[in-house]
């Protein structure tokens, strides 16, 4: 008697797990996962309209037309390398709020460091000058 | 006097002339990826005649400009009568109404004058996303192998006409 109950009820259960899958691709709203990388990427990306705002908090209406394209890129199957992509195809790397560290760009990635550098250096030299007891 | 003592001097100038040059800067100029590159491929309704379309291979072997607008848009209605004039001239001037409502696309052209030889529909502004449309109005110089070559962001001033498109499109002519 228990076995029977018991494979009914998992019987039950396969079939209400097949089923909720097929009510879930028809669900207008997209997956939870889809929603969740969205809202990743999107916090990544700037809104080109309110450019201190990311995609993710922007109101403007490039920035919902913008994460709709996004969304429909997830659906599709892109990975996330691919909808950065696209989007640095369309408006160049000052979409996205880490830009990439190539030669155009290097001065600014390490430009601080380099003049902090230099400031050391000139500070420990005239240091040195000042004291006048050479080391 | 020591030469020593004008580094510093000379260091002030250095950045004053960068200091400067940033004055003429916009920093919230977006420019584009996409100049030098082929103008995206799109093919949409043509606005007020629901049968026809337009689409960007149409454009092929011909230099054409492609100018982004919407009834919307106030920069747009500024720039408007300069297109006006280009259209006057024979400069080769497609629209896109961009994001707009048809209605008031057309009341805009009917009561500004259409400048354009053919304007398309770009409704949910898809087109507008290829082209990394982020502000309208904008404006592409678009060659006869389908590469854009001038993106002007921003309506067009008689100062950038006169300097730098039309030159560029009598150069892309030849």
Not at chain 1, 37 to 55: D, F, G, H
Not at chain 1, 58 to 84: C, F, M, Y
Request: glycine share 6%; net charge negative; aromatic share 8%.
């Amino acid at each position: 008697m228990m076995t029977v109950r018991y494979l009914l009820r998992s019987l039950i259960l396969m079939a209400v797990l097949a089923f909720s899958s097929v009510s879930f691709a028809a669900d207008n709203h997209s997956s939870a996962a889809t929603e969740a990388r969205l809202k990743s990427l999107s916090s990544e990306l700037r809104c080109l309209v309110c450019q201190n705002s990311t995609l993710a908090d922007s109101d403007a209406p490039l920035a919902q037309d913008l994460r709709n394209e996004i969304r429909k890129l997830i659906d599709e199957g892109k990975t996330d390398e691919e909808v950065v992509e696209y989007l640095v195809a369309r408006y160049g790397d000052f979409v996205t709020f880490r830009p990439p560290v190539n030669t155009s760009t290097a001065l600014l990635w390490f430009g601080p460091f380099i003049m902090l550098l230099i400031g050391a250096v000139t500070l420990i030299v005239v240091l040195r000058k000042r004291s006048g007891t050479p080391e | 006097m020591k030469l020593k003592a004008l580094i510093p001097l000379a260091l002030f100038i250095i950045m004053l002339a960068f200091l400067g040059k940033g004055l003429f800067l916009n920093p919230r100029e977006v420019p584009s990826p996409l100049v030098g590159k082929p103008a995206p491929a799109f093919t949409a309704p043509v606005l007020g005649n629901a049968d026809a379309t337009f689409s960007s291979a149409d454009m092929k072997g011909k230099v054409w400009m492609l100018n982004m607008w919407a009834s919307w848009c106030a920069a747009c209605r500024d720039e408007h009568p300069l297109l006006v004039e280009m259209k006057a001239h024979g400069i080769p001037l497609y629209g896109l109404a961009y994001k707009d409502v048809e209605e008031d696309a057309l009341a805009v052209l009917k009561e500004m004058g259409n400048p354009y030889i053919i304007t398309a529909d770009d409704q949910d502004g898809r087109i507008g996303i290829d082209y990394g449309v982020y502000g309208v109005p904008e404006t592409y110089v678009i060659d006869k192998a389908g590469i854009i070559r001038y993106k002007q962001i921003g309506p067009i001033t008689p100062l950038d006409l006169r300097d730098k498109i039309l030159p560029l499109l009598k150069e892309l002519e030849e």
